[in-house]
C-alpha cells in the first residue's frame, strides 16, 4: 500500500518537527509546509498548535489556515486538529479578558479550566465515545495534555441522515473536550506526538480513516 500524503500545516507554530516525525512512525508521508495547493491537494491535512489562542489564530490568518480547511471540509477531505489547533475550530476563544474569533467549523467558546492547578499538564485518562474511530483499541490508554484552556460545552445539533459527532471527554477540575470525530474534521485537546505507543496508534488510526 502506499503511504498516504500529509501534509502538516506550518504557519509558526511550535513543536511541529515532533508532530511529523509521529506522523512519519504512523505511516505517513509527510510535508511541511503552507503552500494552499499542497495542503488542499494531501490525503489529510494535519493543524498544530501550541500557546494562544489569539497568537494561533493570527498565525493561522497570516497564510488563509481558515480558507484551506474551509475549502477541504467542503470536499469532505479529513483535517486534524491538535491542541490550540482543536480549539480554534470553535467560534472563539476567552483568554485573559480577550476575545478572539477562531475559525467557527464548530459552534462554542474555549475557556480556562476550572481547576486548582493550571496548567493541566501531563498524563490522563480519557472517556472516549462509544464506535470512535480514533480511539479504536487504545480507549483504557492514557494521553499527554500542556493546556489551561478548552471547550468545555458542546452545541452544535445534528440531525438526521448525518451522522452524530463522537465526542471524547476528559477531566482536570471541570470536564472538557479531549477530542471530537465530525465527520472529516477531527481534532485532540491532548497531543499525540508527546503521548507515547498509544498517540502513535491513534495517528495510525487516522490514518486509517483518509
Known sequence: MIAPSVVLLDYGSGNVHSAAKALELA???VTLTADRSAA???DGLVVPG???????????????GGAIVEKRLTGSRPVL???????????????RGNDTPGLGEWPGVVTELDAPILPHMGWNTVEAAEGSRLFAGIADERFYFVHSYAAQDWTL????PFPKP?????????RFLAAVENGPLAATQFHPEK???AGIRLLKNWLGTL
Not at 81 to 95: A, D, P, T, Y
Open 81 to 95: 486538529g491538535i491542541c490550540v489547533g482543536m480549539q480554534v475550530l470553535f467560534e472563539h476563544g476567552v483568554e
Open 27 to 29: 505511516g505517513a508521508r
Open 166 to 174: 463522537q465526542l471524547t471527554w476528559a477531566t482536570h477540575g471541570s
Open 157 to 160: 445539533e445534528v440531525h438526521d
Open 40 to 42: 488542499e491537494a494531501a
Open 50 to 64: 501550541v500557546g494562544a489562542f489569539e497568537a494561533v489564530a493570527t498565525q493561522l490568518a497570516a497564510v488563509r
Open 195 to 197: 503521548s507515547g505507543e
